[in-house]
């Protein structure tokens, strides 16, 4: 079975930019998350899909930041226009249900803002 | 979710077992104590869950006391490749999706 894939693998773009996250989760998963670690920091919770709607968007830092997840499939996570403090990793989960402990995470995607 | 408190880092050999205990004084009587592991340059892996006692797979040993104030992660016999970042999360198992990272536990192992 596949395993949460996520794409690209490395971004790195100028201030200003736009740039698009994709996150493929396990088949069958509804439940779909997106966590980042900026600044050698913990990771933090953005938000949580179940199928395509938005269940919580309470981590997600601000409007410059837009999560779609259409048809309840893959989602995307847009960094429009990117700032410096966007830097980090980001990272996607899914899980069958929301239990804690069971969100399987993908390998995630390093955004360097320059 | 309930603060956790566990060791920055920890250093072991080949061979060896390696415990790591995280406090969680305030855990609520619905909490479940979980453990995570971030290989570089990977996303966290689940590694076990449990709520009392002791609780074993084919990776790791939770051990938790009576009181669930505490629980230590035992790695048996650990490799090079166990070398890694080790999260203790503590939070209810049903509805609650958000995993509270710290700054984890950096276990490395030495041949």
């Known amino acids: 079975e596949a395993g949460v894939t996520q794409f690209p693998s490395h971004s790195v773009i100028e201030k200003g930019q736009t740039v698009t996250l994709r996150c493929d989760p396990i088949?069958?998963?509804?439940?779909l998350y997106w966590y980042r670690r900026v600044m050698g920091k913990e990771i933090k919770f953005l938000l949580h899909?179940?199928?395509?709607?938005?269940?919580?968007e309470s981590g997600m830092p601000n409007n410059r930041f837009l999560a779609e997840r259409t048809g309840g499939t893959y989602s995307t996570l847009k960094v429009q226009p990117a700032e410096l403090e966007d830097s980090g990793v980001y990272f996607c989960a899914s899980s069958q249900d929301s239990r804690i402990g069971e969100q399987y995470f993908g390998p995630g995607t390093r955004l360097t803002v320059t | 979710l309930a603060k956790t408190t566990q060791p920055i880092s920890m250093d072991s050999y080949e061979g060896q077992e390696v415990n790591i205990t995280c406090s969680h004084n305030n855990i609520a009587t619905n909490d479940y104590i979980t453990w995570y592991q971030q290989f570089p340059s990977q996303g966290p892996r689940f590694i076990i869950q449990?709520?009392?006692t002791k609780v074993t797979n084919e990776v790791a040993s939770l051990f938790i006391p009576a009181d669930r104030k505490s629980s230590t992660l035992s790695l048996p016999r650990v490799s090079l490749s166990d070398t890694a970042v080790y999260y203790c999360?503590?939070?209810?198992?049903?509805?609650?999706?958000?995993?509270?990272f710290g700054a984890g536990t950096t276990v490395t192992v030495r041949a």
């Open positions: 999360l503590v939070g209810p198992p049903i509805n609650d999706y958000k995993l509270s």
């Open positions: 088949s069958g998963h509804d439940n």
């Open positions: 899909f179940v199928k395509e709607s938005k269940q919580d």
């Open positions: 449990g709520y009392k």
